[in-house]
């Protein structure tokens, strides 16, 4: 389940759900970097952008390699700073449900793969449609047999 768990991680940070997020400030602040923001403006952080940047990431940001989070001598998930991947939000108001949401979506995974073999059409690229959460325009075409044991 490790290297489940890393997949849907690296599946977040290129897809998150959430790819763009704003809060409002309550009052007066200054940011780490030092940005000042005023009483009642808006500040947005765009997960998407920040899950393919090399700067975050490195050279291969936008590779699909999940084995960045295992570590290589044990194979065990190794998570990452919620300020770098940020699918969930980060600090004090960070998703209540992040762990019920892993525990469901692997569920899944291991469920629908113990039944079926699935395949997908690497050359097909959905349109995405951005809104508050990341959806595709026209669904996923997706080959599924039954797996025969
Ligand atoms: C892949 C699935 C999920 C993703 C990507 C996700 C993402 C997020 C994000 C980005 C926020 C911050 C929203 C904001 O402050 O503007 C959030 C907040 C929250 N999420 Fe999730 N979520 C997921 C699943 C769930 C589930 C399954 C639950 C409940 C069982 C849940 C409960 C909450 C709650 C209660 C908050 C508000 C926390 C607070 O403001 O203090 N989430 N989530």
């Known amino acids: 389940m490790h290297y489940v768990h890393a997949a849907i991680t690296k599946s977040m940070r290129l897809y998150p759900p959430v790819p763009v997020n704003f809060l409002r400030a309550e009052a ?3 940011l780490p970097d030092g ?3 005023g009483a009642g403006w808006f500040v947005a952080y765009n997960s998407y952008a920040m899950g393919r940047m090399e700067s975050v990431w490195g050279e291969d940001a936008r590779a699909y390699r999940p ?3 295992l570590d290589p ?3 065990t998930f190794q998570p990452d700073s919620p300020f770098r991947y940020i699918a969930f939000h980060a ?3 960070i ?3 992040k762990e019920m949401a892993y525990i469901l979506m ?3 995974v291991a469920c629908v793969l113990e039944e079926f073999e699935l395949a997908v059409d690497g050359a097909y690229r959905p349109r995405q449609v951005t809104s508050l959460t990341l959806r595709m325009a026209d669904g996923l075409p997706v080959t599924v047999k039954a797996r025969v044991n």
Request: proline share 5%.
């Open 95 to 97: 998703c209540l449900g």
């Open 28 to 30: 007066a602040d200054v």
């Open 91 to 93: 600090g004090p108001r």
């Open 67 to 69: 084995e960045r989070w």
């Open 106 to 108: 692997k569920s899944i």
């Open 73 to 75: 001598a044990e194979g």
């Open 35 to 37: 940005t000042a923001v």
